[in-house]
């Protein structure tokens, strides 16, 4: 399977949910969050042209001249949601394109919160390295540990981990 954003996102946030996903075992289709978090994008980018964008693998919420922007409801995993972004950055660099990233994070009853990031050397160096570590935890036939976390309730793959 080629490395995407969901991937990456995965990786930094469960690599047991990442290897699952990798092994084509998808049970998003299912999660509330998910649906919650599909219908945000459609309603913000509903007439947007440059919005929605489809890359090879990637899909890209919204590009202007400056930035690439991925829209998340919750900043419940920052981390995981930048270093998605940083591999789509990096996937725009491959093939000319260079933009920053901006993320934001829309949540109910809250100020909307933005992280602004700038693909670097180090950044990048630091991708590959996960990319990587990715292929290799997909490829392996070992499934990776639950790693038994307050986030895990809410994760679309909890019944599967923990049922």
Not at 53 to 58: E, K, S, V
Not at 78 to 102: D, H, M, N, T
Request: with cysteine; glycine share 4%.
């Amino acid at each position: 399977m080629e490395i995407n954003g969901t991937l990456m996102n995965y990786y930094i946030h469960c690599p047991r949910q990442c290897y699952l996903h990798g092994q084509r075992l998808n049970l998003e289709n299912n999660s509330e969050d998910v649906k919650v978090g599909k219908a945000l994008h459609e309603s913000k980018y509903m007439n947007d042209d440059n919005a929605e964008i489809a890359i090879d693998n990637i899909r890209l919420d919204k590009l202007t001249k400056e930035y690439l922007t991925e829209t998340k409801k919750s900043d419940a995993d920052v981390e995981a949601s930048r270093w998605q972004l940083i591999f789509y950055l990096y996937v725009l660099k491959q093939k000319g394109i260079v933009r920053k990233g901006k993320l934001e994070f829309v949540q109910k009853n809250k100020e909307k919160k933005t992280v602004i990031i700038e693909l670097d050397e180090s950044l990048e160096n630091e991708l590959l390295l996960k990319m990587d570590e990715i292929k290799k935890l997909i490829n392996s036939d070992k499934v990776p540990e639950v790693i038994e976390k307050k986030q895990c309730k809410k994760c679309a793959y909890y019944d599967y981990c923990y049922i």
